[in-house]
C-alpha cells in the first residue's frame, strides 16, 4: 500500500507539468525559429 500512494501522488504533478511544459516548449521553438531565420538570413546574404 505505501508503495502504491507515492505513485498516485506522482500523478497530479505530472498532470501540471505539461501545462508550464507547453509554454516553455512554445519559447524555446520560438527561440529555435528565431535563431534559425538569423542564421539563414546571414548565410542568404553572403
Known sequence: MQSVRPDNA???????????????????FLGILAAATVVMVLIWNR
Open 10 to 28: 506522482a500523478d497530479p504533478i505530472p498532470l501540471r507539468r505539461p501545462q508550464q511544459g507547453i509554454g516553455t516548449i512554445m519559447i524555446r
